[in-house]
C-alpha cells in the first residue's frame, strides 16, 4: 500500500467510527447514513484510491476540477455529487457526470438543469439546498433557498423532466439565528424534510454535516454526510 493510501485507509476507519458512534448514540442503524467523501482541491489519484479502499460517494464544488476528474475516474464505481455554488453556464458540463446536485437553489438552474439532463438523456437528482441563515425571504451567503421558497422550487424540480426530487441539504450557517448551533440547525433542516415529504415522499435524502460537525448531523437524523477534510487532509488551497 501506499503511504498516501494507507493514510486515506486510517482517515477513513476513523470517520468511519465516528459516524458508528454516532448512529448507536442516536439508535439509528449504521446503514441509515451514507459517507460522501469530499474530493474537491484532491487530485484524481485520491478519487481512484479512495474507491479502492470502498467510497462509492464522492462530491466536488467547482466544475473546472470536478470535470476532469470524473472523466478520470470514469472507469470506477463512484458515484459523484455537485455541492458548490452552480452557474447556469456550467450545468451542461456538470450534467455529463454529477448524478446529483445538492445545490439547486433558484428556478433559473432547475430550469437549466431539466434542459441539460434532457439533452445528454440523464436523470439528475436534485437535493434543494437550505439556507438556514435565510429565514425570512431572501438566500444565505452559501447559496440556499430560504426555508419558505422549498415548496414552490421542489415542485418544479418534481414537474421537470430529467430531474428527480431527492430531498434536502444545508450547510450549517456561520450566521444568524443557527451560528454556532449545529444541532438545532440540522434539526430544523430534519423538520423541512418532514414537511418536503408529505408531498414527496421519495424525496428523503437529507445531507447535512462536514467534519466538524458530522455527529450532531447523524444525531437529528441526516441521510449523507459530506465530509472532506477528516478524511482528505487539509485542503491545499482554498475551495
Ligand atoms: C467542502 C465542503 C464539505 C466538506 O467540508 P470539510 O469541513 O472539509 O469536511 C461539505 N459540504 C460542502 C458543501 C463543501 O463545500
Not at 451560528?179 to 438545532?184: T, V, Y
Amino acid at each position: 500500500m501506499t503511504d498516501r493510501k494507507a493514510e486515506l485507509a486510517a482517515n477513513l476507519a476513523e470517520v468511519e467510527e465516528r459516524i458508528a458512534a454516532a448512529c448507536a448514540a442516536a439508535g439509528r442503524a449504521r446503514e441509515e447514513v451514507t459517507l460522501i467523501v469530499v474530493t474537491k482541491t484532491f487530485p484524481a489519484s485520491d478519487a481512484r484510491l479512495l474507491s479502492e479502499l470502498g467510497v462509492r460517494h464522492v462530491a466536488e464544488n467547482k466544475d473546472q476540477d470536478a470535470a476532469p476528474k470524473a472523466a478520470a475516474c470514469a472507469d470506477l464505481p463512484l458515484q459523484w455529487h455537485f455541492v458548490g455554488q452552480l452557474q447556469t453556464n456550467k450545468v451542461r458540463s456538470v450534467v455529463g457526470y454529477a448524478d446529483v446536485v445538492q445545490s439547486v437553489d433558484r428556478a433559473k438552474l432547475v430550469t437549466a438543469l431539466s434542459t441539460a439532463a434532457v439533452r445528454a438523456e440523464r436523470e439528475v437528482g436534485c437535493l434543494i439546498q437550505v439556507a438556514l441563515d435565510a429565514e425570512v425571504g431572501g438566500r444565505g451567503d452559501r447559496g440556499g433557498v430560504a426555508p419558505d421558497g422549498i415548496e414552490e422550487l421542489a415542485a418544479l424540480v418534481a414537474e421537470s423532466p430529467g430531474l428527480r426530487l431527492d430531498g434536502l441539504m444545508t450547510v450549517a450557517p456561520l450566521a444568524g439565528p443557527y451560528a454556532g448551533e449545529q444541532l438545532e440547525a440540522f434539526k430544523r433542516l430534519m423538520d423541512l424534510s418532514t414537511d418536503l415529504r408529505s408531498a414527496h415522499p421519495a424525496a428523503n435524502m437529507v445531507s447535512a454535516g462536514m467534519s466538524a460537525d458530522l455527529e450532531q448531523a447523524v444525531a437529528a437524523g441526516a441521510t449523507h454526510v459530506r465530509v472532506g477534510t477528516a478524511v482528505l487532509g487539509v485542503r491545499p488551497r482554498l475551495g
